[in-house]
């Protein structure tokens, strides 16, 4: 959990005008105040449960992508021939497993946090959010993985 709660932490900072929340896919400079805890707190569950709900699409989404390119490379027969082939599919496949779940989320996301905030409590929010770097290295780690097991599931001996 302290790894989500660092994920969700980087969105808020303090700043002159007070508590300011950032929600990630908003405009960089363009920040909510918050009024008190209880609007905080109930603004990280929120955020908590997309990024459960992002993190389940697209680790599930890999490994069911995964699995039916290999089926379907198995139905051609000659899965060793070609990797590039096989990497289309799974790609074709993770796109459309993935890609229509994260749309539906992505446009609810986007719906459901104008409902946390007033347009009148916006603010501009100055510099580069922190823990930027540590989230960059979290995406590349966990991208790394996902390769690493579908390379697995590509390569593997049959």
Known sequence: MSLLDSIIGANFRSEQAGRVVVFPGDRRNRGYLLKSEAEELRI??????????????????CL??????TDVSHVFDRQA????????IFLGIYLLVVGVPYLLLWSSYKKAFLNFVSPQDQVVVSGKRPGRQQITA?????????????????????
């Open 81 to 88: 021939e070609h990797v590039l082939r096989v990497g289309g």
């Open 138 to 158: 979290v995406v590349i780690a966990v991208g790394l993985i996902a390769l690493a097991i579908s390379r697995f599931f590509l390569i593997r001996a049959k």
């Open 64 to 69: 069911l992508a995964s699995a039916w390119s």
């Open 44 to 61: 990280r569950s929120f955020l908590k449960m997309f990024f459960c709900a992002h993190a389940s699409i697209l680790v599930l989404g």
